[in-house]
Each structure stands twice: as structure tokens, then as C-alpha cells.
């Protein structure tokens, strides 16, 4: 069975502080891997990353995902108090049961 | 362009009853998604449809179906509720089925009391 571990669950930071954000799968015939970030209800879209596009970056946000190790990580530097939400990640397999696989989610709290 | 729309985005019921939620995607999406959240537990896939048809399914009972209506519309079926049938349920569309990127909804917040 697919599976995706992030860690860590939680993590409480400073405005200003740069943060790591870790995800790592087990999934069989990888496709892409995915970040979300949930603020209230609907998880929004923030990468998506595959074999043709292992790095991205969205203004102070970036992910790399490392085939070989099989994880990915999510960066967000100068990090500001709109940023404190539950960030997801999710794997999508390969094949005619192509399905996102998510994980837990690790909770971000900006703090003043 | 409007989001994915879920109805309602609360509800109420109690153990034994049953439960229809509703998913409308984006406009053009053909794809929808259906996903149980819980604290312990995170997203948990439950079932994907496109034209009509029932793609995939996660580990859920069979007391959670579903269906899609030829507008692309999407209905989520929960019979005989359970205390741990309280979550939230997200659905999410996408333009295809397979398509990498999917669009998520609110989410309807169920407690099964």
C-alpha cells in the first residue's frame, strides 16, 4: 500500500525564520508528488513536482523532490504569519488506479 | 471562473441515519474526487469518478458510495452512520481522470452524533 510520512507533525517559528518542511513516500510506479497548503478548509495547490521537474519556486516558497531518496521538501523562507497552515503532500501513482496518496500534514505556526 | 462547490457545508445526524453530500466541479473539470479528513488520520482517498463511471476507491465500507451525474455533478452516500464517520469531506475535481492537479472544494464538516 502507497505511503506518505511528512514530518515534522508540528512546528512553531518566528516571522522572519526560514522553515523545512520534510515528506518522504513509498508508492508503487511514482508519478508526481504534490504540496498543499490548508489554511481554513479547501487545501490549495501549491507544487507539483515530477521525474521532468524535481525543483519549483513560488516567490519564498520552493520544493525539491529527490527521486533517489524518495522524498521531497518544502522551503519557505522570510516566513510571515499568513503562512501558518497545515501543509500536505501527496503522491500520485502511475496506471488506470492512479490515486493521490496523502499525508498527514505538518501544521506551520507563524509566530510575532 | 468558480471553484469546486460542496452542499451542505454542515450537517448533523445521528448514528444510524444517512447522508447525501454534493460536489459541483470546476466548470470544464471532468474528474471528482472524493476525500474523508480526520485529525488521526489526515486525507483519506474514498472514490474518484469520470463520465459517470467509478474509477477508483479507496479502503472505505460499503456504506460509502457515491455517483456522478452526466453535468459532472457528484453525490457522496453515507448509510447507516457511525460515531467515526465525523470528518470532513472534501472533493476535489480535475480536468481528466489521472490528471495530476486537482482542485479541492471546502468540504462538508459531518458530526455524527
Not at chain 1, 490549495?44 to 529527490?66: A, V, Y
Request: aromatic fraction near 10%.
Amino acid at each position: 500500500e502507497d505511503k506518505v510520512v511528512q514530518s515534522p507533525l508540528s512546528l512553531v517559528v518566528h516571522e522572519g525564520d526560514t522553515v523545512t518542511l520534510n515528506c518522504s513516500y513509498e508508492v508503487t510506479n511514482f508519478r508526481s508528488l504534490l504540496w498543499y497548503k490548508q489554511e481554513k478548509k479547501a487545501p490549495t495547490f501549491l507544487f507539483m513536482l515530477t521525474s521532468s521537474g524535481i525543483e519549483k519556486k513560488s516567490g519564498r516558497l520552493s520544493s525539491i523532490l529527490d527521486k533517489k531518496e524518495l522524498s521531497s521538501i518544502l522551503n519557505i523562507t522570510a516566513t510571515q504569519t499568513g503562512d501558518s497552515a497545515i501543509y500536505l503532500c501527496a503522491v500520485r501513482n502511475t496506471g488506470t488506479a492512479s490515486k493521490l496518496t496523502f499525508g498527514t500534514g505538518t501544521r506551520l505556526q507563524v509566530t510575532l | 471562473k468558480a471553484g469546486v462547490t460542496q452542499t451542505p457545508r454542515y450537517l448533523i445526524k445521528t448514528r444510524g441515519q444517512q447522508v447525501t453530500l454534493s460536489c459541483s466541479p470546476i466548470s470544464g473539470h471532468r474528474s471528482v474526487s472524493w476525500y474523508q479528513q480526520t485529525p488521526g488520520q489526515g486525507l483519506q482517498f474514498l472514490f474518484e469518478y469520470f463520465s459517470e463511471t467509478q474509477r477508483n476507491k479507496g479502503n472505505f465500507p460499503g456504506r460509502f458510495s457515491g455517483r456522478q451525474f452526466s453535468n459532472s455533478r457528484s453525490e457522496m452516500n453515507v448509510s447507516t452512520l457511525e460515531l467515526g464517520d465525523s470528518a470532513l469531506y472534501l472533493c476535489a475535481s480535475s480536468l481528466n481522470t489521472g490528471t495530476d492537479t486537482q482542485y479541492f472544494g471546502p468540504g462538508t464538516r459531518l458530526t455524527v452524533l
